[in-house]
């Protein structure tokens, strides 16, 4: 594992201190890790939505799409 120092104000400092303290984080290091990883999906969540708004849909999407989708979501929940 790579190691990185940052700098951070007294402010922001005390934040991260508590943050680790009410969330549970054994370290700030865990706390940052956390934050980075959380970042890194919502910019591959992005990513998926933005290629998915830029394709053509496949089908259409009407009601009977939506019943289709009902029914499989319904047979998952049973099992």
């Known amino acids: 594992m ?12 005390s934040f991260v201190d ?6 549970g984080y054994g370290t700030s ?10 970042d ?7 990513g998926l939505l933005l290629k998915g708004a830029a394709s053509t ?3 259409p999407i009407d009601a009977s799409y939506f019943s289709t989708l009902r029914e499989r979501a319904q047979k998952r929940a049973r099992g």
């Open 18 to 23: 508590e943050q680790v303290a009410q969330r």
């Open 29 to 38: 290091s865990e706390y940052v890790r956390e934050l980075i990883r959380k």
């Open 40 to 46: 890194a999906d919502l910019l591959h969540l992005r």
């Open 57 to 59: 849909p496949a089908a």
């Open 2 to 13: 790579s190691t990185m120092n940052i700098s951070l104000p007294d402010s922001l400092k």
